[in-house]
């Protein structure tokens, strides 16, 4: 009767150590999951159904990490920027490396348009695989133009058109 009693306890203890193996694995092919995703630099929250990766995040993440910024932009990028060598600071084509690169946030709220000094508001606007992050300011001469596309269902800043005076 001795070994019979062992047997319950026994299998209890087995059946016990397989289930939290079993969710030990789980646990684990979920975390190499989410470091394949972040080693690609997208989270199932960023992207569309179709795969593609959602604008509002991208430039949200765009925004506020440097390294990911650098990651995409499409170096060296071509640019349109006021000659200010020239009187009338007519537009010019030039193009900015890697190196010579500031940080550029593009993140935006309402009260930018009702600011004291510097006011301007922003408008997205896509067509297809693109997007142009238009920023107009409001008596100030503030007026630039990102433009986007969709590389590979990334985000990739690609151009730009910078006006203001």
Known sequence: MKPKGLIIPC????????????SGKKNVEQGEEKLEREALGSNPD???AS??????HFIHRFSTEESFQFERIKFPISVI????????MAPM?????KYDWEMLDLTY???????????????VR???DTAIV????????????????????????????????
């Open 11 to 22: 299998l209890f203890i087995f059946l016990f150590i397989s289930c939290s193996q079993g």
């Open 93 to 97: 084509r030039d193009s900015i490396g």
């Open 51 to 56: 795969g593609k990766e959602e604008f509002d």
């Open 126 to 128: 896509f067509n297809n």
């Open 134 to 165: 238009e920023l107009r300011g409001i008596n100030n001469g503030i007026y630039a133009d990102y433009y986007f596309s969709l590389i590979n269902k990334k985000w990739y800043l690609v151009t730009l058109y910078e006006a203001s005076f």
């Open 46 to 48: 960023d992207l569309t």
């Open 81 to 88: 920027v006021p000659d200010t060598g020239h009187e009338g």
């Open 109 to 123: 709220d309402s009260t930018y348009l009702t600011r004291p000094y510097d006011q301007y508001y922003q408008v």
